[in-house]
T-cell receptor
Framework: NAGVTQTPKFQVLKTGQSMTLQCAQDMNHEYMSWYRQDPGMGLRLIHYSVGAGITDQGEVPNGYNVSRSTTEDFPLRLLSAAPSQTSVYFCASSYSMGLEQFFGPGTRLTVL | GQQLNQSPQSMFIQEGEDVSMNCTSS?????WLWYKQDPGEGPVLLIA?????ELTSNGRLTAQFGITRKDSFLNISASIPSDVGIYFCAGLRNSGGYQKVTFGTGTKLQVIP
């Protein structure tokens, strides 16, 4: 099993550009989530999904969209990047909400 | 939004020393988790605690679920250089019919050989 994979590993954007961060898992996990990690702030939940076709907002959802068309994939979209979105983004998955989450390696995003 | 307070924020210790860190909140949680994040990697689960008062060990690591259910503690004995990283606590509680997870702010550990 590859576990949780994320692409790209690094990305630089200009303000106003759009992009999609990819996340995939091959463990047949129902629950997937996106976090951002900023210095001194820990991990903050952006969006999550409890299964294909079901998504919900986390703690800091503004500026981000998600969709869950398959169990395996959970992409995160930035429609118009802003410097405040410079961060490290982690995708995670688990069998169900509340159980151990497996994290991907992260995407380091810089918005100029 | 809800955040868990972790302390200390960072610590430098000599190899071989014991380490203690804790996580506190004003809210009650029904599960506590401790993760470790190596530089450039995603967090990995170290220990899970499911009952108030529970004490669980994983090698040199020992964690406790506080009896008030509002705090948790992690101890590392006889630290080694590979213990370097950021340690996160996470609390789980029922919210709106779902189990919601909240992460702490992290404790950055540096081990001096």
């Amino acid at each position: 099993n590859a576990g949780v994979t994320q692409t790209p590993k690094f990305q630089v954007l200009k303000t106003g550009q759009s992009m999609t961060l990819q996340c995939a898992q091959d463990m047949n996990h129902e629950y997937m989530s996106w976090y951002r990690q900023d210095p001194g702030m820990g991990l903050r939940l952006i969006h999550y999904s409890v299964g294909a076709g079901i998504t919900d907002q986390g703690e800091v959802p503004n500026g981000y969209n998600v969709s869950r068309s398959t169990t395996e994939d959970f992409p995160l979209r930035l429609l118009s990047a802003a410097p405040s979105q410079t961060s490290v983004y982690f995708c995670a998955s688990s069998y169900s909400m509340g159980l151990e989450q497996f994290f991907g390696p992260g995407t380091r995003l810089t918005v100029l | 939004g809800q955040q868990l307070n972790q302390s200390p924020q960072s610590m430098f210790i000599q190899e071989g020393e014991d380490v203690s860190m804790n996580c506190t909140s004003s809210s009650i949680f029904n599960t506590w988790l401790w993760y470790k994040q190596d530089p450039g990697e995603g967090p990995v689960l170290l220990i899970a605690l499911y009952k108030a008062g529970e004490l669980t060990s994983n090698g040199r690591l020992t964690a406790q679920f506080g009896i008030t259910r509002k705090d948790s503690f992690l101890n590392i004995s006889a630290s080694i250089p590979s213990d370097v990283g950021i340690y996160f606590c996470a609390g789980l509680r029922n919210s709106g019919g779902y189990q919601k997870v909240t992460f702490g702010t992290g404790t950055k550990l540096q081990v001096i050989p």
